[in-house]
């Protein structure tokens, strides 16, 4: 999102996350703006009975959990790297400078979370009133989307680097329920399955 030789040269830090690390918690305070230089990171929460539920992933070059930082309140999930990661960390104070002194990367961030806030209502609608095949095809068609990995001729297979797990935190079902649709929909040719990898 913001390019590398911008960060470093307001002073944004590079800091190695192992696979499982929190970088921060459900209810602590945001002090950083978050860049990923290489991983992935999940933002989570858990309910009284310890069942996961994925607020989202971010891979390289994404950003994650501004709105908490410029809104002001707690973090409403937990971040924590999914594999061991590079990540840029930059005070809140230079971040905020940073956006006053690049309009267009403020541009960027505008888009950017109006995005989200598209996503997230769309997915609450998803969660809470479609059949399983619905919810599945739809966070891995906003995966897609997002990824930038879209043919127009629609010749080129999008990846899914998600396991059955996470796509059923990602979409409120029993993993058992996604193994099961997942089969469905590859049989009626909406996905595909190699090595053990969904294609879409």
């Known amino acids: 999102m913001i390019p590398e030789d911008i960060l470093n040269a307001v002073g944004a830090e590079l800091k190695s996350f192992s696979k499982g690390e929190l970088l921060f918690t459900e209810g602590s305070e945001p002090h950083f703006y978050y860049q990923i230089k290489s991983g992935a990171i999940k933002m989570n929460n858990y309910n009284d009975d310890g069942k996961e539920y994925i607020q989202g ?34 005070p809140k104070i230079e971040f ?14 505008t888009t950017l ?50 396991t059955r797990q996470q ?18 929909l590859e049989n009626k040719g909406e996905l595909y399955i190699k090595n053990r990898k969904v294609y879409r």
């Open 167 to 184: 796509l059923a935190d990602l979409t409120g079902l029993r993993v058992e329920t996604v193994i099961r649709t997942i089969k469905k």
């Open 96 to 109: 905020i400078s940073l956006l006053s002194n690049h309009p267009d990367i403020h541009i960027k961030f």
């Open 113 to 162: 979370l109006a995005s989200r806030l598209y996503y997230k209502a769309v997915m609450v609608s998803e969660i809470s009133n479609q059949e399983p095949e619905h919810r599945i095809l739809r966070i891995i068609d906003y995966m897609k989307k997002q990824s930038g990995n879209v043919d127009q001729r629609a010749t080129q297979s999008y990846r899914v680097d998600l």
């Open 57 to 90: 992933i971010f891979e390289t070059g994404k950003s994650f959990g501004e709105p908490p930082l410029l809104a002001k309140v707690p973090y409403p999930a937990n971040a924590e790297a999914i594999v061991d990661s590079k990540i840029w960390r930059l």
